[in-house]
């Protein structure tokens, strides 16, 4: 079958299947050519983890195809992985294998940051010693992530150590290259430490000695801060900014791409004219074309890379596929907390 085009309708379709609606069988035209599938890839006390896989047409087992892994962000505690069911898509109808990671999620007395990134660990060690059945050239792996979602891709490049022990630590769980999107790559500043602290820290209005980490904690927050794990190595990456986030400072990513170039690591840094948090996110913050333009930028990194061909796909449609919700486009002032 003549492989489809993937326009801005296409997008609007799947972001209106796939996040506003159950999923329906051939609702959405890409699924004549693109299967999807979920894999549990991890069992935990809090039920089975999976992965969300998308093929593109003329797939088959054996393959050695570049895979695209994306994770969600909402501040490791909300979320899912259908927020990049339409990137894996789009990815896969460029000839990758995309991926969308189901994580446990961050509870006051239940699963931390660390096991969030532990959780990513495993998901990448599956694909990799899955990499024949699924398609994928291990050396071509791929993340990218928005907000914490952009914090654990980035830990995956950078952060050593917590692993699951149920894991074969044999196979190594550091991506191929990293998409970072508004990521927190510094998990010491304000009010991201909480989320590492947990428990009453995590309340909506904490107290303030709630807040307040003890040395052990600091020390936690800088291990699992991205920037200060920066060596020589690491993945090149892509690191996409908004200038208008109110959310994630522009000066973490500012210091992330400073790190990595001292480190003669490559770090694109694109820092995004009227862009605000989660700008690649549908229907949230970002116009449509704000987000197609973030999709393309990954698109030709990608290529930049080898692990796609051509040029991107992706277009804006005619008209929009949705409109920005007005408390979302207006400009708020920074909050206490993020």
């Known amino acids: 079958m003549k492989r489809l085009l993937f326009t801005a309708t296409v997008f609007s379709?799947?972001?209106?299947?796939?996040?506003?609606?159950?999923?329906?069988?051939?609702?959405?035209?890409?699924?004549?050519?693109?299967?999807?599938?979920?894999?549990?890839?991890?069992?935990?006390?809090?039920?089975d983890l999976r992965l969300y896989q998308f093929t593109p047409d003329g797939f088959k087992p054996g393959d050695r195809r570049a895979a695209v892994v994306c994770i969600?962000?909402?501040?490791?505690?909300?979320?899912?992985?259908?927020?990049?069911?339409?990137?894996?898509?789009?990815?896969?109808?460029?000839?990758?294998?995309?991926?969308?990671?189901?994580?446990?999620?961050?509870?006051?007395?239940?699963?931390?940051v660390a096991d969030c990134l532990?959780?990513?660990?495993?998901?990448?060690?599956?694909?990799?010693?899955?990499?024949?059945?699924?398609?994928?050239?291990?050396?071509?792996?791929?993340?990218?992530?928005?907000?914490?979602?952009?914090?654990?891709?980035?830990?995956?490049?950078?952060?050593?150590?917590?692993?699951?022990?149920?894991?074969?630590?044999?196979i190594d769980a550091v991506p191929n290259a990293m998409i970072l999107c508004n990521p927190i790559v510094d998990m010491t500043e304000g009010g991201w430490i909480c989320f590492v602290i947990g428990g009453r820290?995590?309340?909506?209005?904490?107290?303030?000695?709630?807040?307040?980490?003890?040395?052990?904690?600091?020390?936690l927050a800088r291990r699992l801060s991205p920037l200060f794990q920066v060596r020589a190595g690491i993945p090149p990456t892509l690191l996409m900014h908004g200038l208008d986030d109110r959310v994630v400072k522009v000066d973490q990513a500012r210091q992330f791409a400073t790190a990595m170039r001292a480190a003669k690591n490559r770090c694109d840094l694109e820092l995004i004219e009227g862009a605000r948090h989660a700008f690649i996110v549908p229907r949230y913050s970002a116009p449509e074309s704000m987000v197609v333009d973030a999709i393309r930028r990954a698109d030709k990194f990608l290529c930049s890379l080898g692990f796609l061909q051509g040029e991107p796909t992706l277009e804006v449609s005619p008209t929009p596929a949705w409109t920005v919700p007005?408390?979302?486009?207006?400009?708020?002032?920074?909050?206490k907390k993020p």
Not at 15 to 43: C, G, N
Not at 129 to 156: F, N, Q, T
Not at 201 to 219: C, G, H, R, S, Y
Not at 326 to 335: D, F, G, M, R
């Open 13 to 47: 379709l799947l972001v209106a299947a796939i996040l506003l609606a159950p999923p329906m069988a051939h609702a959405v035209p890409m699924a004549e050519f693109m299967r999807e599938s979920s894999i549990v890839f991890k069992k935990t006390t809090a039920g």
């Open 72 to 112: 969600h962000g909402g501040a490791w505690r909300a979320g899912g992985a259908d927020v990049f069911f339409p990137h894996a898509r789009y990815f896969a109808s460029r000839g990758a294998v995309g991926f969308s990671i189901e994580y446990r999620l961050l509870k006051p007395e239940g699963p931390t």
């Open 118 to 170: 532990a959780d990513c660990k495993s998901a990448i060690r599956y694909i990799r010693a899955h990499a024949c059945e699924l398609g994928v050239d291990p050396m071509r792996i791929a993340v990218i992530g928005d907000s914490a979602g952009g914090h654990l891709a980035g830990a995956l490049g950078t952060v050593q150590g917590f692993d699951d022990p149920a894991d074969n630590l044999k």
């Open 326 to 335: 007005a408390k979302k486009n207006a400009v708020s002032q920074p909050t």
């Open 201 to 219: 820290a995590l309340d909506k209005n904490p107290a303030p000695e709630a807040k307040q980490p003890n040395a052990e904690q600091t020390q």
